[in-house]
């Protein structure tokens, strides 16, 4: 793609709303040669450059700088530290520098890891408002600007006993939970933090996420505010999925190759940026790759069209050990493309996915359903969302994407042909 092509901008649909790009992860600079994370980071600055109109502001979720020594432990040294900043702002980064945008930063585990590492990060961005709680200012920060409000957050903070990595992300709820109170007229609010607090792609350990007893909380704060989304980074990958309303958006694509083929895996996985657009109508936004490509677009809440949606409806059930709801089958094909089902004694939804190119299906899981009530369930499939477009909501709760290790969604190309439902748990509605 030559450098004048230029891509279009998706924009807000309503009179309120704006456009921005999110991207992060590119740790400039690692020791061994021939990794192109400099390589990737410069096509993904072309690509944003040719984005038509421009991005309104522009979201880095951290892993700017390589920040370790070279035996790969943190680096403890201040001067190295403001050298490598010294010389990959104006250098690397500069493509985003000349955007002439606002950028909103937030740390991610190679910019700020020791305490030495945090002081240089707030002498470098001296910019960063010091509003974030005791301890964590020029870290963790808010700001508003109109309808906006987008909450920064450090989840490495050394001041929430934050190990680097290896325990995963932390946050100050409680924080999180009086500034999204105090501007709970702002239309649209992100929050930033580079740690998924959901896992993506099946990378489970702590390190890859956040722990589940900061994560957990802090996701009620965020659904209990209807957030309109959290954007982060760290696993090399895009992911968008869902949890109890609102989205957990990963995008850890601007260069750092890590993991299987460079990615977390490649080739499902690649380099990229995301341009987002909100509006009254709600969030959308398109996945570019190195080449420009509109690889993956996503929009929430769930679109009504290209999305297969089933209520079932039941009295009080006595325990079995499995019951299916619901099959979508094509002839002669092993296995049905789509199997939704209530396993084990304490029931848990299970929804299989087949895609006939593949050997086998592959499964998604969640949540638990208390059958010794009357219950209702819908479960929903978006292609378009990848892994998290497997979604379920109880009675008229929330949505959440169903927990899966895959990194992709339905991909069959077509839907099912011939579809069999449970006479037991009947299909009330149903969508497509
Ligand atoms: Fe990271």
């Known amino acids: 793609m030559s450098e004048s092509t230029t891509l279009r901008?998706?924009?807000?649909?309503?009179?309120?709303?704006?456009?921005?790009?999110?991207?992060?992860?590119?740790?400039?600079?690692?020791?061994?040669?021939?990794?192109?994370?400099?390589?990737?980071?410069?096509?993904?600055?072309?690509?944003m450059h040719q984005l038509d109109p421009r991005?309104?502001?522009?979201?880095?979720?951290?892993?700017?700088?390589?920040?370790?020594?070279?035996?790969?432990?943190?680096?403890?040294?201040?001067?190295?530290?403001?050298?490598?900043?010294?010389?990959?702002?104006?250098?690397?980064?500069?493509?985003?520098?000349?955007?002439?945008?606002?950028?909103?930063?937030?740390?991610?585990?190679h910019d700020t890891m020791t305490p030495v590492s945090e002081a240089v990060w707030k002498e470098v961005f001296d910019e960063i408002p010091q509003n974030g709680p005791e301890g964590q200012e020029g870290l963790t920060w808010f700001e508003r600007r109109d309808e906006l409000l987008i909450i920064g957050i450090s989840v490495y903070a050394m001041n929430m006993g934050s190990p680097?990595?290896?325990?995963?992300?932390?946050?100050?709820?409680?924080?999180?939970?009086?500034?999204?109170?105090?501007?709970?007229?702002?239309?649209?609010?992100?929050?930033?933090?580079?740690?998924?607090?959901?896992?993506?792609?099946?990378?489970?350990?702590?390190?890859?996420?956040?722990?589940?007893?900061?994560?957990?909380?802090?996701w009620e704060v965020l659904a209990r505010h209807h957030v309109t989304a959290y954007l982060c980074s760290h696993v090399i990958a895009f992911d968008f999925q869902v949890h109890d309303g609102v989205p957990q958006i990963t995008t850890g694509g601007a260069g750092?190759?890590?993991?299987?083929?460079?990615?977390?895996?490649?080739?499902?996985?690649?380099?990229?940026?995301?341009?987002?657009?909100?509006?009254?109508?709600?969030?959308?936004?398109?996945?570019?790759?190195?080449?420009?490509?509109?690889?993956?677009?996503?929009?929430?809440?769930?679109?009504?069209?290209?999305?297969?949606?089933?209520?079932?409806?039941?009295?009080?059930?006595?325990?079995?050990?499995?019951?299916?709801?619901l099959t979508g089958q094509n002839e002669n094909e092993a296995y049905p493309r789509i199997r939704v089902s209530l396993d084990g004694y304490q029931p848990r939804l299970n929804v299989t996915l087949y895609d006939p190119a593949d050997v086998y299906p592959c499964s998604w899981h969640g949540p638990e359903i208390d059958i010794r009530y009357p219950f209702e369930l819908t479960v929903a499939i978006d292609p378009a969302m990848g892994p998290g477009g497997v979604l379920a909501r109880v009675g008229s709760g929330p949505y959440s994407s169903l927990a899966t290790d895959e990194p992709f969604g339905y991909k069959a190309d077509a839907w099912p042909e011939n579809w069999e439902a449970s006479t037991e748990i009947p299909v009330v509605d149903a969508a497509d």
């Not at 061994?32 to 410069?42: F, W, Y």
């Not at 880095?60 to 035996?71: A, K, N, Q, S, V």
């Open 164 to 218: 680097f990595t290896m325990m995963g992300g932390r946050v100050d709820c409680d924080w999180v939970d009086r500034i999204l109170s105090e501007h709970s007229d702002a239309k649209f609010k992100f929050v930033l933090g580079h740690s998924p607090v959901h896992p993506v792609n099946g990378y489970t350990a702590p390190k890859w996420g956040m722990l589940p007893e900061f994560g957990e909380p802090f």
């Open 9 to 47: 901008s998706l924009l807000p649909r309503t009179e309120r709303g704006c456009h921005f790009v999110a991207y992060g992860d590119c740790c400039i600079g690692p020791p061994e040669p021939g990794r192109g994370h400099e390589e990737h980071l410069a096509a993904v600055h072309r690509v």
């Open 55 to 109: 991005p309104q502001f522009v979201c880095f979720l951290g892993d700017l700088i390589w920040g370790l020594t070279r035996e790969h432990g943190p680096n403890h040294d201040g001067d190295s530290l403001r050298q490598e900043w010294a010389v990959k702002l104006p250098r690397e980064m500069k493509p985003l520098t000349d955007l002439d945008v606002p950028v909103f930063r937030i740390p991610g585990n």
């Open 256 to 325: 750092t190759s890590s993991g299987p083929g460079g990615c977390m895996p490649a080739p499902a996985e690649y380099h990229h940026c995301v341009q987002l657009a909100v509006d009254d109508i709600g969030l959308r936004g398109q996945v570019l790759d190195t080449d420009g490509t509109a690889r993956e677009e996503f929009q929430w809440p769930l679109p009504a069209d290209g999305v297969m949606r089933w209520s079932f409806q039941s009295d009080a059930l006595p325990p079995k050990p499995s019951r299916v709801l």
